[in-house]
């Protein structure tokens, strides 16, 4: 005999059916395996967990505590585990000077080059050669971030340099889309400008069909117009 069960998933807390052959089978709380490690956490759930912590912590007073660890620059409270010392706001300018440092002993290898090239840049590699640009740019060119008068280690790769024009042009693939990539480029850009290297961006549609072949030739014409002005 096959019993329907109706049930909430535990997870994301949406109704769903499941079937068992009898009663004393094991009840679902999930819909599926991803809804089980993605449990919803309620404000009354996160007290309960609190106050259990705190019952536990007082029948077993001889279990080690962990004493607080504080932010080396800000002193703010951080993970007695964490191997930085630092928090998440400084993280960024820890990893800068452990970088540096390595590097000096000669742990890391210097930044050097990137010689992978996408199909999007490989699409435009053409339309330079098709008009008689790409004698006059440098792909996946280097710019250290002293160069651009920033003390710290690596850089940034321009898709196409055109260095008579001081000119940078990025074919933006859908990475470009996500809010983190979004952030990046706008603070790498406005140093690009700041150091007097003007930033063109094409935002990539594979001309798979009419309308991404119209767009990518209306674009194509934008930049050569822009090309023109500058300088």
Known sequence: MVIKIESICKGCGKPFEYEIPNENCYKKLFCNPVCSHRRIVTKESNIKRIESLRIFNLKNPKIKKWPKRFCNICKC???FHSKSGVCKKHMHDYLSVLAKKL????KIK???SRNILSYPEKFFITVLKNNNLSEKCLSNYPISFKDLGLNKVSGYFLDFYFPEKKLDLEIDGKQHLADDRL???FYRDKLLKKNGIAVYRIKWKNPINDSNKEYIREE???FLTFY????
């Open 183 to 185: 952030v990046s480029d």
């Open 103 to 106: 590097h000096k002993e000669g």
């Open 110 to 112: 210097s930044w050097k």
């Open 77 to 79: 409270e951080i993970s």
């Open 220 to 222: 194509i014409e934008k």
């Open 228 to 231: 023109r002005g500058v300088g």
